[in-house]
């Protein structure tokens, strides 16, 4: 491995939103080369996904998903976001995982697909494998990278930072000029060595931030590495106080904390106190246990508390 590469697009991260996007420009005939610090390129927050996928339910449209996404997010939402997710999303879910990378989504007696419901969603709009969806994902994902000629994947590489011109050029007099992204300094674990990747465009892609946590599900690469290289470069940074909770975990003293999906409170599981009491509904008696997840975190932490109290 050379000490200096080139690439037309550098991406930094290969879950959902790295592999698909490597993949649409990979396609498109560009040159891209996805960097990933895990070894066996199935490490992220993408391949330990269980639920499902929003799709499209019947009588469902493009204005109930917007509403119950905002209802969700608390209002906090970025209304311009969420409509692009909700206009693109079903029919991006359906060429590019249903049609492209050929994944069986589960389906019904009748032969279409299954659809389940999730907390938060008014209709069954979820799409699943099993309650194993992000591991089918992933492996098709990276199936797909390693197949396609125009894309390099550099696994076992931890990005140390986002190279900008103001920051790393020897001449000094660039400080002066507009923010700008070259590529990133990328650290080979096996080697030890550093390697300089130029790009023309730089994708950050590199998930979460779980593991600032003592509790979490997510990944041990999840550490929040793309935000702080984003924040350095002087990137726009915002929003990083919400974090989702997730009421449903598996704990174990002397194991990786395993989630449980929420798709069981859609088929009738309920959230139970320590003395096996439900209390959902104290909090919203409308959704109870498929209340959004800003009210599940503050339900889930009055009952601890109250829990800590008694």
Not at 173 to 196: F, P, Q
Not at 242 to 255: D, G, I, L, Y
Not at 285 to 310: C, F, G, I, Y
């Amino acid at each position: 491995m050379n000490d200096c590469i080139e690439t037309d697009v550098l991406i930094i991260g290969c879950g959902v939103a790295g592999g698909v996007t490597a993949l649409q420009l990979a396609d498109a005939g560009i040159a891209v080369t996805i960097v990933t610090r895990s070894q066996e390129l199935l490490s992220s927050n993408t391949y330990l996904a269980q639920g499902g996928i929003i799709y499209r339910g019947q009588g469902d449209s493009t204005d109930l998903l917007v509403e119950d996404v905002i209802k969700a997010g608390a209002g906090l939402s970025n209304p311009k976001a969420v409509r692009i997710m909700a206009e693109e999303g079903p029919k991006l879910v359906e060429d590019i995982l249903i049609d492209k990378l050929n994944i069986h989504f589960d389906q019904s007696k009748n032969g279409k697909l299954s659809l389940a419901r999730e907390g938060s969603h008014r209709v069954p709009r979820i799409l699943h494998v099993a309650d194993a969806t992000g591991k089918a994902i992933e492996e098709a994902v990276i199936k797909a990278l390693k197949a396609n000629k125009n894309v390099t994947i550099l696994a076992n590489c931890t990005a140390v930072d986002i190279l900008t011109p103001s920051h790393h050029s020897i001449n000094r007099l660039d400080i002066y000029e507009s923010s700008s992204c070259v590529g990133a300094y990328l650290l080979n674990r096996e080697s030890g060595k550093v390697i300089c990747c130029i790009a023309k465009k730089t994708v950050m892609a590199t998930g979460g931030l779980g593991q600032i946590f003592l509790r979490t599900t997510n990944p041990p690469g999840s550490r929040g590495d793309g935000i702080a290289m984003a924040n350095r470069a002087g990137a726009r940074v915002i929003n990083t106080e919400f974090v989702q909770f997730h009421p449903t975990t598996f704990f174990h003293q002397f194991a990786p904390h395993f989630l449980i999906s929420e798709a069981v409170r859609g088929a009738g599981a309920r959230l139970v106190n320590a003395d096996g009491k439900p209390f959902m509904q104290k909090y919203d008696s409308n959704w109870k246990d498929l209340a959004p997840r800003d009210v599940v975190t503050v339900s889930m932490h009055k009952e601890m508390l109250k829990q800590d109290v008694d």
